[in-house]
């Protein structure tokens, strides 16, 4: 199923987007995490990492938004991007999860060749519990979430399912 966002934008609803969790988490932070990809089959790959982080004793998933195709920003001569929203609770710190979120991108291949280059899987930390952090390698909120349409937009709809 698709539903048209505006002219180059559409919210997919795939398996596991949106997805939310009957089960109740022990974990002790809440964590919201942006995901995106443009290399060949993301959503796909998105079906992959909700199995991985499943599986994973790390995070427990317990929202996730529709998948949002939107053009690229910034280098623009690349595939459309595919992007959503996680919410997780994990018992990790920040920068523990930074190198957790990290490592699951090295291992769905991700190369990092230039800036806002084409990518298999892209993973932002956009919020963590209420806490602001400013430092060279970690900043939280995400700096750039609020111009995003690609986390805005999946964000919003999250915000009305949470909200029931």
């Not at 109740?24 to 909700?50: E, P, Y």
């Not at 623009?76 to 997780?88: L, R, S």
């Not at 994990?90 to 769905?108: A, G, I, S, Y």
């Not at 602001?132 to 999946?154: A, C, D, G, M, W």
Request: aromatic share 12%; hydrophobic share 35%; charged share 25%.
């Amino acid at each position: 199923m698709e539903w048209k966002y505006c002219n180059d934008m559409k919210l997919h609803f795939d398996k596991n987007y949106p997805f939310t969790t009957p089960k109740k988490s022990k974990k002790a932070h809440l964590a919201t995490l942006g995901i995106g990809g443009n290399i060949k089959n993301t959503r796909r790959r998105f079906q992959k990492l909700f199995i991985y982080l499943s599986k994973s004793n790390v995070v427990d998933i317990l929202y996730t938004s529709p998948i949002l195709r939107n053009p690229p920003f910034g280098y623009t001569k690349q595939k459309d991007f595919y992007n959503a929203v996680i919410i997780v609770k994990t018992d990790l710190n920040p920068n523990n999860l930074l190198k957790f979120v990290l490592r699951v991108e090295q291992f769905f291949k991700r190369d990092r060749s230039f800036k806002n280059s084409p990518r298999t899987l892209d993973i932002d930390i956009i919020f963590f519990d209420k806490i602001t952090i400013n430092r060279e390698n970690l900043v939280i909120p995400h700096p750039h979430y609020q111009k995003r349409e690609s986390v805005l937009i999946p964000l919003a709809y999250l915000a009305k399912r949470v909200q029931r």
